[in-house]
């Protein structure tokens, strides 16, 4: 009897050994990446606002191809363009919730999320392409600063990477704009970026807040005269149709934002984690790529739909918008990432 009780004893002990094992395991899993077999599969959705032809569908296009052949099939990403999953504001709200799992779109319209995001909608911030893609490179430290706010702001979203997709003009269905003077009165939409809105009040336009699938129809009743874009964007929206005057104002680079959402992330496996940052990086650079190709195409094609192209006086608008630079930062408590913008000249 004794030597039963001692097994008894010992076969306890073991028990409670085990038990308290599998809740550490538990414990210190909590967070990571799934164990999920490899085998699994995963159906993802893709959301940007534009229509082709446009880099960010370049973008999305490769990327969904890649992650396809690289995860043997198992993971497979559809694309939902022209804002079919909703603007960019509600496929970011989407996103945090795991409804939608990827958004490519502009870092303007992500601003009401990452407030210092704006720091991209300063005009004739960056000196020249070079400049701009030293500062969304994914290992500058401009990228680093901006994957911390990502997380710092418990959005459940992760910053895969920055991306271009083009210079941005002004266009309008009113007249000609060479010079600040002849933006005066005209109704200007915009993303949603309180920055861009002192920008332009600064030089005339009275700012409106429109949705960019809003756009042609805004143009078409008066709601709004003009706005600024990627010639992609224009062209792809047929918006040369309702607002036939470009100025050549290349007051930006667009700045993209190509990101995850972290429930998507996270029940994924590491190696398909992986391969989805690594990925998402490749698309980024044929994005910015992109983006110069439809640059110089498209604005040999614009002729062809009867648009009047105007070159502008580029200094007076610099000389107005670049003294604004440091006090719009300061508003935004982002003096510190002006600062490292500018190292990078």
Known sequence: MKRISHYLI?????????AC????????????????????????RLATVVSPPHPWI???????????????????????HSGSLGDDETTIDEMRLGTVDFVIGGTQNAASFIPRL??????????????????????SEIFSYFENEFTEKNLDIKLLALSGGGTRYLSNNKHEIATP????????????????????SELGALPSSLSWNEVYSGIQTG??????????????????EVAPYVSLTEHLYMATHF???????????????????????????????????FDEEMLAELPEHNVTITEIDREEFVDILAPLHDDLAEDLDAKELLELIRTLK
């Open 223 to 240: 709601v709004v005269d003009g706005f600024e874009s990627t010639l992609s964007g224009y062209t792809g929206s047929k918006l040369y």
């Open 259 to 293: 990101s995850v959402s972290e429930l998507t992330y996270n029940k994924l496996p590491t190696e398909y984690q992986e391969i989805i940052d690594e990925v998402a990086i490749e698309a980024a650079e044929i994005g910015t790529e992109k983006g110069k190709e």
């Open 118 to 139: 704006q720091v991209f909608g300063l005009a004739y911030l960056f000196d020249d392409m070079n400049h701009f893609e030293k500062a969304i490179h994914h290992e």
């Open 21 to 44: 094992s599998n809740g550490q395991e538990k414990e210190s899993g909590e967070g990571e990446a799934t164990n999920t077999s490899t085998n699994e599969q995963f159906d993802l």
């Open 181 to 200: 003077d002849d933006l005066k009165g005209i109704k200007l939409r915009l993303p949603g970026s309180p920055i861009e809105s002192d920008i332009w």
């Open 58 to 80: 370049d973008m999305a296009e490769y990327f969904a191809e890649e992650v396809e052949k690289r995860t043997d099939g198992n993971v497979k990403v559809s694309i939902h």
């Open 10 to 18: 010992l076969l306890v002990v073991l028990m409670i050994i085990s």
